[in-house]
């Protein structure tokens, strides 16, 4: 089985933790989460640009990621996840408004992104976007931009600004984003 159809099975398990009953009730609730469908779009997109094999199907395919990804992510859903971004297994959206990844960003394992989060590059236009570890969490309205480096297991607070590296374990606030607490 290709890669990205495994980690979208790691995606719902951190959507909807194994301990809840399967049933007619989870079937809706699962079809009416709109982050369930922007990763969905995603792990389709980066399967059909980066696994998949040649073929004509291809073609048409393409299309209709890239069709469905700017209406309903895009457009409807106010995300812009494009299948550039390499997006580990195990994403969790928080809430599905406002997020933006840049194309050339690196996400780990594992990692709970809230809304209005904005994951891009530099003022200086370059296409450096950063590098997130695993097992990170991203406060809402946060913004992370530049060719920085976050370690693993960091949580990022509510509308912080990270311009520079940040080392794994620790949580870090403010603007700019300062370390406000190491963790064992």
């Known amino acids: 089985m290709s890669n990205q159809f495994s980690f979208l099975r790691e995606d719902i398990n951190r959507l909807f933790p194994k301990n809840t009953k399967a049933s007619i009730k989870m079937l809706l609730r699962v079809l009416s989460e709109q982050r369930f469908y922007a990763l969905v779009i995603y792990r389709f997109g980066r399967w059909l640009y980066f696994e998949a094999k040649g073929g004509m199907l291809l073609y048409p395919l393409k299309f209709l990621y890239l069709l469905s990804n700017k209406l309903v992510v895009e457009i409807l859903f106010g995300m812009y996840i494009p299948s550039d971004c390499d997006i580990g297994p195990g994403l969790y959206i928080n809430n599905f408004q406002g997020l933006v990844i840049n194309p050339n960003a690196v996400i780990g394992r594992n990692c709970s992104i809230g809304h209005g989060v904005i994951i891009g590059t530099a003022a200086d236009g370059t296409a450096r976007a950063p590098r997130i570890g695993n097992d990170v969490f ?40 300062k370390i406000v607490r190491k963790t064992l």
């Open 138 to 177: 991203i406060g809402s309205r946060a913004v992370v931009i530049g060719p920085i480096t976050i370690g693993d297991n960091v949580r990022i607070g509510a509308n912080a600004v990270v311009l520079k590296d940040v080392p794994s374990n620790v949580t870090v606030a403010g603007v700019p984003a």
